[in-house]
């Protein structure tokens, strides 16, 4: 599977991005997706998660009731709308498969198996 992320840009504080991942290759296989993100000098840290079917969602408490993650298994495609955006958001975003944890999936980085090359989102004071 490859994943293609895309919808960064540069945006006001308060504004609003939809990030969007796009799978391609084997995507009749189930998977388990999350968004990380990464900032100059840190690590690479948990986002979002959404279980292979969609029906469980799992957020950072630094972006939980901010932004929300779903996806379209028909279109192969997840996203990660991301309102009430704050400097502190600015960073690369990448979105990641699981194959294993299928229902429950991890905020581990070392759990997701494919990534996508990231998109950058930074937000402006």
């Given amino acids: 599977v ?14 609003s991005l939809r990030l969007s991942c796009a799978a391609s290759g084997d995507t009749y296989i189930s ?3 999350g968004w990380f993100r990464q900032a100059p000098g840190r690590k690479r840290e948990f986002v979002a998660s959404i279980t292979w ?3 469980s969602t799992d ?9 929300r993650i779903s996806r379209d ?12 955006l704050r400097p502190e958001d600015t960073a690369v975003y990448y979105c990641a498969a699981d194959f294993i944890n299928l229902r429950d999936p991890t905020e581990s980085v070392h759990d997701y198996e494919y990534w996508g090359q990231g998109t950058q989102v ?4």
């Fill in 53 to 55: 079917n969609g029906d």
């Fill in 2 to 15: 490859q994943l293609q992320a895309s919808g960064g840009g540069l945006v006001q504080t308060g504004g």
């Fill in 73 to 84: 298994n028909d279109k192969a495609t997840a996203y990660l709308q991301m309102n009430n």
């Fill in 59 to 67: 957020y950072s408490d630094s972006v939980k009731g901010r932004f």
């Fill in 122 to 125: 930074t937000v402006s004071s």
């Fill in 31 to 33: 998977y388990a997706l």
